[in-house]
């Protein structure tokens, strides 16, 4: 049986269906991620619950739809970013939907088990073969992904250069590779075959639970070559995750992802670039290669995505560069049309006094 932080969870944990059904999720394999997120959502839901005096084996859809207003309309723990723009003073759209899922697949476990007639939150469907779309409870607002600028980029690069090699190396990493935090940190040196400049993610260390491959570039092998030469003067030759920490609690550990995160809130500080996260450098190299023409199963193959929706919505072309691409496209549409119209000046005498007479009869006009 696989472990859960049930002290996160106190509300959960003292709930025997609600404990049954997150053990389910993670004896099943789920990510540690997923369950913490998922044990939140549903702690925040059963403490609601609690609070207006509804079991969650006969909660109805106006309990659910109370909860939801609840988080539109809460006050934000953590102040927002700048630039930031949202309709309701509540949490995000991304948030809220998020935690229904979660809620939705813990009603989904009671329906599952004969504990419930129906699952009380209602589910989105697309609308195929000439039906009507099926709206959720809550709309989900798509919003493009942030990306630094040129400008915001030189001064992220910046800011790095005055960071440890080996957090040099992980900016490097993370950008060239498009890795997920997670994906990041538990690299090993085993990974990389530097003879071709690659990195083989292991399937047990991704999001899809699916081995991919993804390039580094030149400088990224140099800092990687000049980071294992640092790294065997502090640790050996040991073998296991390739970032160790340096801290005086944890020398030689394994990197986790807070660190990783803590490391890119510095570089934020330090370059003025408040949105910049770690997400960041995911976005903007999937983006890069939209822009290098990569078509987008390519990109999806890269990023390891399951989804082209999912790859469709990290892509993120600037108006300028969409422009650039329309009028290209439009030159040479342009071209096609006049070859065409050209076949209309059979016998036209032109203005020189010359004849326009195309190689084609007239029964082709």
């Given at each position: 049986m696989v472990d859960v932080p049930w002290g996160k969870f106190p509300t959960l944990a003292a709930d025997r269906e609600a404990r049954r059904w997150l053990q389910f999720l993670a004896n099943i394999g789920r990510a540690p991620n997923t369950i913490d997120a998922y044990g939140r959502a549903v702690e925040g839901h059963l403490r609601f619950c609690a609070a207006e005096g509804a079991e969650p084996l006969d909660a109805k859809a106006d309990t659910v739809a109370a909860w939801v207003g609840e988080m539109l309309e809460r006050t934000p723990v953590r102040p927002r970013q700048e630039g930031a723009t949202r309709a309701s003073p509540g949490l995000a759209n991304a948030t809220v939907q998020q935690r229904l899922v979660a809620v939705r697949s813990f009603y989904e476990f009671l329906v599952e088990d004969g504990l419930r007639e129906r699952n009380p939150v209602r589910r989105g469907q697309a609308g195929r073969r000439g039906r009507r779309p099926k709206r959720g409870l809550v709309r989900r607002i798509e919003?493009?992904?942030w990306l630094p600028t040129e400008a915001d980029w030189q001064r992220i690069l910046e800011a790095a250069r005055a960071e440890p090699l080996r957090n040099r190396l992980m900016v490097?990493?993370?950008?060239?590779?498009?890795l997920r935090r997670e994906e990041l940190v538990q690299l090993s040196g085993d990974d990389f075959d530097p003879a071709y400049r690659l990195i083989r993610l292991r399937a047990e260390t991704t999001k899809s639970r699916r081995s991919r491959e993804v390039a580094y570039g030149k400088a990224t092998g140099r800092l990687f070559m000049?980071?294992?030469?640092?790294?065997?003067s502090s640790v050996g030759r040991a073998g296991g995750p390739l970032?160790?920490?340096?801290?005086?609690?944890?020398?030689?550990?394994?990197?986790?992802v807070s660190s990783w995160s803590k490391i890119v809130e510095r570089l934020s500080r330090t370059s003025g670039v408040d949105r910049l996260s770690t997400h960041t450098f995911r976005h903007l190299r999937l983006t890069d290669l939209a822009r290098a023409d990569w078509t987008i199963d390519p990109i999806a193959q890269y990023a390891g995505h399951r989804d082209l929706t999912t790859t469709m919505r990290y892509i993120h072309l600037s108006g300028r560069e969409l422009a650039a691409r329309f009028h290209r496209a439009n030159a040479a549409l342009h071209a096609d049309r006049e070859r065409l119209l050209a076949r209309c000046l059979v016998g036209v005498d032109l203005a020189d006094g010359s004849s326009e007479l195309p190689a084609v009869s007239h029964r082709s006009v």
């Open positions: 919003q493009a992904p490097s990493l993370a950008y060239d590779g498009a000049a980071y294992l030469a640092e790294r065997r970032l160790r920490s340096v801290s005086n609690r944890n020398p030689g550990g394994p990197l986790g």
